[in-house]
């Protein structure tokens, strides 16, 4: 009697988790879709009236006084959904949903240099969190309702479901992460994903033709690319903390972004930079096809890193394909591996040192570019990660384990 009142129970569970896991991945992956589809139609709104731009100061101004009077429980960002996870009284408020979708858009009809990830991963975790009282679960369920919405967002928003899954897992810190999230969390990011599909959304496709063999030599400079990409992405994290320290000294939220919009507006007139601003894919593809130019990536990186400090909506994670894939092609110049392979590494290495989340990245390189690519991302990713600094550009991330860096051991020789 126990014995069948106990399968009684489990099946009970695997319908109920199965009906959430469809439920919640389906509307994600569908909002998702229509995020895409809007994002798409700004862009091209702002590249066939590029005097748009000068509106940016206004656009940000509205963005940041909306946030500051009518969401500042919603500001953090991927970082909220974090800290909801480790802090039960943290709540996922479910404005962060439709402010981050409308802030996103209107950054990038504005001009921004801004991504999709982090707008697709929180209104993931918003359009989640919900559930966890509708269904009355306790608190260890609310955060596997939590990673899904991530994974959900993650995968439907890249087309790439299993490193959608490990981001999920890995952001939240692993060592804290209860097995049973694990299936929840791939399940969520395969559904999400073929549902976006199923919205006509066309994710972009990279190809790596020539790989090298896996020599001493091959290996050598993927070693010392690995670091570059590395040190790159610490510039990244420093940037953003400059601009941060330097923006906040001004009491009135609502007007950084607005004197911020004034100087992006400026550098992109000034010095053409049309190419800098928005999610910049047509310059990730070119980055794979011929060298990129010397200075793309540092351009890509600062109007980015200024973006988002001053309080534009948006991810980081394609502005940080872009400034690896651009940075790796042109090492081209100096570097004796295949172009393609070199975009291809930069693209997912300075992704990985700029996010610690070292297993997901290498993952996500082998569903974009193949297995046969992932042996050259793996090391590149790996050096880069131990390369880049201890912070990762999600502030509340609860590391997993105490991480060694290159660039901390090195400032701590130069005190002796």
């Given at each position: 009697?126990?014995?069948?009142?106990?399968?009684?129970?489990?099946?009970?569970?695997?319908?109920?988790?199965?009906?959430?896991?469809?439920?919640?991945?389906?509307?994600?992956?569908?909002?998702?879709a229509i995020f895409l589809h809007s994002l798409d139609w700004v862009t091209f709104l702002r590249e066939k009236h590029t005097w748009i731009i000068y509106l940016l100061p206004m656009i940000g101004f509205i963005i940041v006084y909306i946030y500051h009077f009518y969401g500042a429980e919603a500001n953090k960002g991927n970082n909220q959904l974090i800290e909801s996870y480790h802090q039960a009284q943290t709540v996922i408020p479910f404005k962060m949903a439709p402010?981050?979708?409308?802030?996103?858009?209107?950054?990038?009809?504005?001009?921004?240099?801004?991504?999709?990830?982090?707008t697709a991963v929180q209104m993931g975790g918003a359009i989640a969190a919900p559930f966890a009282k509708w269904f009355q679960l306790d608190q260890e369920e609310r955060k596997t309702i939590i990673i899904m919405g991530v994974s959900a967002g993650f995968a439907a928003v890249f087309g790439t479901p299993l490193a959608g899954a490990i981001f999920a897992l890995e952001i939240m810190g692993l060592r804290y992460i209860r097995w049973q999230s694990i299936l929840p969390s791939i399940f969520a990011a395969y559904i999400a994903h073929f549902i976006c599909l199923q919205w006509n959304i066309?994710?972009?496709?990279?190809?790596?033709?020539?790989?090298?063999?896996?020599?001493?030599?091959?290996?050598?400079?993927?070693?010392?690319?690995?670091?570059?990409?590395?040190?790159?992405?610490?510039?990244?994290?420093?940037?953003?903390?400059?601009?941060?320290?330097?923006?906040?000294?001004?009491?009135?939220?609502?007007?950084?972004?607005?004197?911020?919009?004034?100087?992006?507006?400026?550098?992109?007139?000034?010095?053409?930079?049309?190419?800098?601003?928005?999610?910049?894919?047509?310059?990730?593809?070119?980055?794979?096809?011929?060298?990129?130019?010397?200075?793309?990536?540092?351009?890509?990186?600062?109007?980015?890193?200024?973006?988002?400090?001053?309080?534009?909506?948006?991810?980081?994670?394609?502005?940080?394909?872009?400034?690896?894939?651009?940075?790796?092609?042109a090492m081209y110049f100096f570097v004796p591996l295949p172009l393609a392979l070199l975009a291809a590494m930069g693209l997912v290495a300075v992704f990985a040192g700029a996010t610690d989340c070292i297993i997901a990245s290498i993952v996500l390189g082998i569903e974009l570019f193949g297995l046969k690519v992932g042996t050259f991302i793996g090391i590149a990713s790996i050096v880069a990660y131990f390369c880049s600094g201890t912070n990762s550009i999600y502030n509340a991330k609860i590391k997993s384990g105490p991480k060694f860096s290159l660039y901390t051991y090195l400032k701590n020789i130069s005190k002796l």
């Amino acid at each position: 009697m126990s014995y069948n009142r106990t399968i009684q129970q489990l099946l009970l569970s695997i319908a109920k988790w199965s009906f959430i896991c469809i439920l919640i991945s389906s509307i994600i992956g569908s909002v998702t879709a229509i995020f895409l589809h809007s994002l798409d139609w700004v862009t091209f709104l702002r590249e066939k009236h590029t005097w748009i731009i000068y509106l940016l100061p206004m656009i940000g101004f509205i963005i940041v006084y909306i946030y500051h009077f009518y969401g500042a429980e919603a500001n953090k960002g991927n970082n909220q959904l974090i800290e909801s996870y480790h802090q039960a009284q943290t709540v996922i408020p479910f404005k962060m949903a439709p402010l981050v979708f409308i802030g996103t858009l209107l950054t990038h009809l504005g001009g921004g240099s801004a991504g999709r990830e982090g707008t697709a991963v929180q209104m993931g975790g918003a359009i989640a969190a919900p559930f966890a009282k509708w269904f009355q679960l306790d608190q260890e369920e609310r955060k596997t309702i939590i990673i899904m919405g991530v994974s959900a967002g993650f995968a439907a928003v890249f087309g790439t479901p299993l490193a959608g899954a490990i981001f999920a897992l890995e952001i939240m810190g692993l060592r804290y992460i209860r097995w049973q999230s694990i299936l929840p969390s791939i399940f969520a990011a395969y559904i999400a994903h073929f549902i976006c599909l199923q919205w006509n959304i066309q994710h972009s496709f990279y190809i790596v033709n020539t790989i090298p063999d896996i020599s001493f030599k091959n290996i050598s400079w993927s070693l010392g690319a690995g670091c570059i990409f590395g040190l790159t992405a610490l510039l990244y994290s420093l940037s953003n903390q400059f601009f941060e320290n330097l923006f906040k000294k001004i009491n009135y939220k609502p007007l950084i972004p607005f004197i911020g919009g004034i100087l992006i507006a400026t550098i992109v007139v000034f010095f053409n930079a049309q190419k800098y601003i928005g999610l910049g894919i047509p310059e990730i593809m070119n980055a794979f096809r011929s060298p990129a130019g010397h200075y793309d990536f540092i351009f890509k990186l600062l109007l980015t890193s200024l973006t988002l400090s001053l309080g534009f909506k948006g991810g980081e994670v394609t502005p940080l394909f872009f400034v690896g894939a651009t940075l790796g092609s042109a090492m081209y110049f100096f570097v004796p591996l295949p172009l393609a392979l070199l975009a291809a590494m930069g693209l997912v290495a300075v992704f990985a040192g700029a996010t610690d989340c070292i297993i997901a990245s290498i993952v996500l390189g082998i569903e974009l570019f193949g297995l046969k690519v992932g042996t050259f991302i793996g090391i590149a990713s790996i050096v880069a990660y131990f390369c880049s600094g201890t912070n990762s550009i999600y502030n509340a991330k609860i590391k997993s384990g105490p991480k060694f860096s290159l660039y901390t051991y090195l400032k701590n020789i130069s005190k002796l």
